[in-house]
């Protein structure tokens, strides 16, 4: 609330200083266009019935002063006064105007000038594709009539009050968080007189309007010309690349960045593009040599959307390229880097199952990059007990759901690597269990 009361209370100070003139007159509203430390500039439509008030807070005739240079160079002019509001009337375009002493800090300006004598008129804009035309757009505008809006300040210094001219469009933006595009509504301001329009290049097709300036649109004379649909070829292409894979307690991962991983790993694979300016897509991975660093293409895809699994130790790339309508447009910029670590495997010696709940109370390898497994457990007679194909599980101990005696059994295990490597392993095993188990 403070700083409420606050704010209102810097509002109507402000206003306090700056609202001594009331300008009338004209066609429509005079615009307050520009404040300048002590000096206000005005644009009114026409000079017609044109008049400005002043009224002090002190008793006290009104002198008034009309300068075209600097208010030290200003000449008096008759106004006509009742009570503390004085009238001047006869105003004249490209003029300042001060009721006042130029040596009082407290003397305010004002500055007139005849918006209807400086009415921009726009008769073309024109499309002229660049040649990164897949990157930016240049529209060429044509206006006429925009002559400078000059003003002078009280020390004489000579300003221009800046024109804007608006460039409207429809375009697509891409949302992250909906992975989609959404259509919007583009207003670039063009500060100043536009010639060259250099934007970036629409994502869809449109059309161009381009609009002003506000000066006019306050007044009601705003023009504007509208180009021919242009057809769009610029891509905005987003790729989505993520593993599916968990790895389980017992896989080692490799050591490294969060793009090493164990074989066999799956990859969903998304692309999103600007449609229909977007009409091919073509996903490859690409095997890296790790020596000469020579690249190999094993598969290409030409969908929008797949699943990968990577079998093979090695170093990879997924690659995307999306190609526009027109195949003038490509973008090949989306790439990650997938490295396949060698294999590894490790055979356990014990393990104690039904004494210490999910502390070693179950038998698994310790494996890395195996694509290919099968384990088979013994007992001391060579009968087979229990087998498993997939590393990442293991034996509870348990035969028909009983948890076998304490005691030596066997394993052996077959399995191949990701690298190739084959592993023909056996191995006997300590089933430890307590004396109360």
Not at 106 to 115: E, F, G, M, P
Not at 128 to 149: Q, V
Not at 272 to 284: F, K, Q, T
Request: charged share 25%; with cysteine.
């Amino acid at each position: 609330m403070k700083k409420a009361v606050f704010f209102l209370i810097s509002l109507f100070g402000f206003c306090s200083i700056f609202a001594q003139y009331t300008v009338k007159g004209g066609q429509g509203q005079p615009l307050m266009a520009e404040k300048n430390g002590n000096l206000q500039v005005y644009l009114l439509n026409g000079l017609q019935d044109a008049n400005i008030s002043f009224t002090s807070d002190k008793d006290g005739a009104h002198q008034w002063y009309k300068y075209t240079t600097k208010a030290t160079e200003a000449t008096p002019i008759s106004c006509q006064q009742t009570g503390r509001t004085s009238v001047i009337t006869n105003i004249e375009n490209g003029c300042g105007y001060f009721a006042g002493e130029t040596n009082d800090p407290k003397t305010a300006y004002s500055w007139i000038i005849d918006y209807s004598l400086y009415v921009p008129k726009i008769y073309n804009c024109q499309i002229a594709e660049e040649e990164d035309r897949c990157e930016n757009l240049k529209l060429i505008a044509y206006i006429d009539d925009a002559t400078p809006l000059l003003y002078r300040t009280p020390l004489g210094t000579p300003m221009d009050l800046i024109r804007t001219f608006h460039l409207l469009y429809e375009n697509l933006e891409w949302d992250e968080e909906s992975t989609s595009f959404r259509e919007v509504e583009k207003d670039l301001p063009q500060k100043g007189v536009p010639t060259d329009i250099i934007i970036d290049a629409p994502l869809k097709n449109t059309k161009f309007t381009l609009k002003g300036d506000d000066f006019a649109a306050h007044f009601g004379l705003e023009g504007s010309v509208t180009t021919n649909e242009y057809q769009a070829i610029a891509l905005d292409v987003h790729a989505v690349i993520t593993p599916l894979k968990e790895a389980a307690d017992n896989e080692q991962q490799p050591a490294g960045s969060e793009s090493n991983f164990s074989a066999p790993v799956e990859f969903r694979m998304e692309a999103y593009a600007n449609e229909p300016v977007a009409s091919m897509y073509i996903w490859e991975i690409i095997k890296v040599d790790p020596v000469t660093r020579d690249s190999t293409t094993i598969v290409r895809y030409t969908e929008k959307s797949l699943n990968y699994t990577f079998q093979e130790a090695g170093s990879y790339v997924i690659r995307l390229e999306v190609v526009d309508y027109q195949s003038v447009c490509f973008d090949n910029s989306h790439t990650t880097g997938v490295f396949i670590g060698e294999s590894a495997l490790q055979l356990p010696n014990a393990f104690s199952p039904g004494s210490s709940i999910e502390v070693n109370d179950e038998y698994r390898v310790s494996y890395k990059s195996i694509v290919k497994f099968k384990a088979s457990i013994y007992n001391r007679w060579g009968n087979l007990l229990y087998q498993w194909d997939d590393p990442a599980r293991g034996w509870d101990g348990k035969v028909e759901g009983k948890y076998v005696p304490t005691g030596v059994y066997f394993i052996v295990v077959d399995a191949k690597g990701a690298d190739g490597k084959i592993y023909k392993e056996s191995k006997d095993i300590n089933v430890l269990r307590s004396k109360n188990n």
